[in-house]
C-alpha cells in the first residue's frame, strides 16, 4: 500500500506549444545525408522533425508557444513574475534567451533567467519555479522549455542530423488551491563524468572558436549515442520510481507517463522496467524527433489539449540528456 501522496505547493495552470511550418522527413534527409528511412525509423521512432524556418528564432518559438499556455490558463502576461527557460540553443550566448522572451511577451521587468541542463532543462524549470511558488517569491510563473537545434547540428553527421527538431512546450504555474492538483514531487540528478558524451565543443572558453574548429564543426553538437543509450534506460527508470515513491504512488495508481521523446526504443525499455503499460506513454517522436528541453512539454500539452489527459490524472514526467542531466515529476493535473 502506497503512503499518501503529499499536498502539493504549485500547480500547472495551463500547458501551450509551438513547432515551426516547415516540415523534413526521413525522406528529405535521404537527399541531404547517407542515412534512409528505414534506417531512422526503425532505430529510433522518428519518422519526421519540423525546422525552424530561416529568420525565426529561438525566443520567437518560445514567445509563441508562452502566450499559447497564457491563453489557456485564462491569464495576461501582466500576470507574470517569473520566467524561467530550459534551453541550450538560445539567440545568443549572451544575454539569457529569456530576456528576449521577456521583450516579446511585453512582460514587466520581472526576474527571466535559463537554465541549460539540455533535455532535461523543463524538469529542472518546474522543480525551481515550484520552490519559488511554495517560498512565496513568486506566484505565476512561466517556465518554457525550446531548442532550435537545427542550427548547431552537424548535417554530414547522420548519428546527430536525424534525431533533432526544432519547437517549444510552455506552463504556467501558480500556487496549489488545496484539492490535491499539482506538481507532487520532483527529483533531478547529474553526472559530469559523462559530460563530454553529448557536447557542442567549441564556443566557451575552454575552446573558443577558431576557423579550424569551424572547419572541424566543433562548434556544432557531437554525440556518443551509445554512451548516452546505456544510461538514459537506468537512470530514467531510477529517477522515476524516486518520483512516485516522494508522491506516495505506484506505477498502478498512475494515468499517463511523458517520457523525454529521444528515442522509441529507451521508451520502451522504461516502460517495461516500470512495469507501465506503454499504451499510457504519451509518444509523439514520430513527429517531432527529438526537441531536447522542449519535449516533455509538447508532448503535455498536446495529451492536454486533445483530451487524453484529464483534470485530476496522475502523470509522471521524466526526461535526461547532456550534462548528464536527469529526472522526474510527478503531477496531478
Not at 116 to 144: E, K, M
Not at 193 to 217: C, F, W
Given at each position: 500500500m502506497s503512503n499518501p501522496a503529499p499536498m502539493p505547493r504549485s500547480r500547472i495552470l495551463g500547458t501551450g506549444h509551438y513547432a515551426p511550418a516547415?516540415?523534413?522527413?526521413?525522406?528529405?534527409?535521404?537527399?541531404?545525408?547517407?542515412t534512409s528511412d528505414a534506417w531512422i525509423s526503425e532505430r529510433t521512432g522518428i519518422r519526421r522533425r519540423h525546422v525552424a524556418a530561416d529568420g525565426e528564432t529561438t525566443s520567437d518559438m518560445a514567445a509563441a508557444a508562452a502566450r499559447r499556455a497564457l491563453e489557456a490558463a485564462g491569464l495576461s502576461v501582466a500576470d507574470v513574475d517569473l520566467i524561467i527557460v530550459g534551453t541550450i540553443s538560445g539567440d545568443t550566448p549572451v544575454p539569457s534567451c529569456a530576456v528576449n522572451v521577456q521583450q516579446k511577451l511585453g512582460a514587466e521587468e520581472i526576474p527571466a533567467f535559463d537554465i541549460s541542463a539540455a533535455c532535461a532543462g523543463f524538469l529542472y524549470g518546474i522543480t525551481i519555479a515550484d520552490q519559488f511558488?511554495?517560498?512565496?517569491?513568486?506566484n505565476c510563473v512561466l517556465?518554457?522549455?525550446?531548442?532550435?537545434?537545427?542550427?548547431?547540428?552537424?548535417?554530414?553527421?547522420?548519428?546527430t542530423?536525424?534525431?533533432?527538431?526544432?519547437?517549444?512546450?510552455?506552463?504556467?504555474?501558480?500556487?496549489?488551491?488545496?484539492?490535491?492538483?499539482?506538481?507532487?514531487?520532483?527529483?533531478?540528478?547529474?553526472?559530469?563524468?559523462?559530460?563530454?558524451?553529448?557536447?557542442?565543443?567549441?564556443?566557451?572558453?575552454?575552446?573558443?572558436?577558431?576557423?579550424?574548429?569551424?572547419?572541424?564543426?566543433?562548434?556544432?553538437?557531437?554525440?556518443?549515442?551509445?554512451?548516452?543509450?546505456?544510461?538514459?534506460?537506468?537512470?530514467?527508470t531510477s529517477a522515476s520510481t524516486h518520483a512516485l515513491k516522494a508522491s506516495g504512488l505506484t506505477s498502478a495508481e498512475l494515468d499517463w507517463v511523458v517520457a523525454h521523446?529521444?528515442?522509441?526504443?529507451?521508451?520502451t525499455q522504461v516502460s517495461s522496467r516500470l512495469g507501465f503499460p506503454l499504451e499510457k506513454f504519451v509518444i509523439n517522436i514520430a513527429?517531432?524527433?527529438?526537441?531536447?528541453?522542449?519535449?516533455?512539454?509538447?508532448?503535455?500539452d498536446e495529451a492536454v489539449r486533445d483530451g487524453r489527459i484529464q483534470p485530476g490524472?496522475?502523470?509522471?514526467?521524466?526526461?535526461?540528456?547532456?550534462?548528464i542531466s536527469w529526472g522526474a515529476a510527478l503531477v496531478r493535473m
Amino acid at each position: 500500500m502506497s503512503n499518501p501522496a503529499p499536498m502539493p505547493r504549485s500547480r500547472i495552470l495551463g500547458t501551450g506549444h509551438y513547432a515551426p511550418a516547415r516540415v523534413l522527413s526521413n525522406s528529405d534527409l535521404e537527399k541531404i545525408v547517407d542515412t534512409s528511412d528505414a534506417w531512422i525509423s526503425e532505430r529510433t521512432g522518428i519518422r519526421r522533425r519540423h525546422v525552424a524556418a530561416d529568420g525565426e528564432t529561438t525566443s520567437d518559438m518560445a514567445a509563441a508557444a508562452a502566450r499559447r499556455a497564457l491563453e489557456a490558463a485564462g491569464l495576461s502576461v501582466a500576470d507574470v513574475d517569473l520566467i524561467i527557460v530550459g534551453t541550450i540553443s538560445g539567440d545568443t550566448p549572451v544575454p539569457s534567451c529569456a530576456v528576449n522572451v521577456q521583450q516579446k511577451l511585453g512582460a514587466e521587468e520581472i526576474p527571466a533567467f535559463d537554465i541549460s541542463a539540455a533535455c532535461a532543462g523543463f524538469l529542472y524549470g518546474i522543480t525551481i519555479a515550484d520552490q519559488f511558488i511554495a517560498t512565496g517569491a513568486a506566484n505565476c510563473v512561466l517556465v518554457i522549455g525550446v531548442e532550435l537545434l537545427s542550427r548547431i547540428l552537424n548535417w554530414e553527421d547522420r548519428t546527430t542530423c536525424v534525431l533533432f527538431g526544432d519547437g517549444a512546450g510552455a506552463v504556467v504555474l501558480g500556487p496549489a488551491r488545496g484539492d490535491g492538483r499539482g506538481i507532487l514531487s520532483t527529483c533531478i540528478f547529474s553526472d559530469g563524468a559523462l559530460a563530454s558524451s553529448l557536447i557542442v565543443p567549441a564556443g566557451g572558453t575552454a575552446e573558443p572558436v577558431t576557423d579550424e574548429g569551424l572547419e572541424r564543426k566543433r562548434n556544432k553538437v557531437h554525440m556518443v549515442g551509445q554512451d548516452i543509450f546505456r544510461v538514459a534506460i537506468k537512470n530514467l527508470t531510477s529517477a522515476s520510481t524516486h518520483a512516485l515513491k516522494a508522491s506516495g504512488l505506484t506505477s498502478a495508481e498512475l494515468d499517463w507517463v511523458v517520457a523525454h521523446q529521444a528515442n522509441l526504443r529507451i521508451i520502451t525499455q522504461v516502460s517495461s522496467r516500470l512495469g507501465f503499460p506503454l499504451e499510457k506513454f504519451v509518444i509523439n517522436i514520430a513527429e517531432y524527433g527529438n526537441t531536447s528541453s522542449a519535449s516533455i512539454p509538447i508532448a503535455l500539452d498536446e495529451a492536454v489539449r486533445d483530451g487524453r489527459i484529464q483534470p485530476g490524472q496522475s502523470v509522471l514526467l521524466c526526461a535526461l540528456g547532456a550534462g548528464i542531466s536527469w529526472g522526474a515529476a510527478l503531477v496531478r493535473m
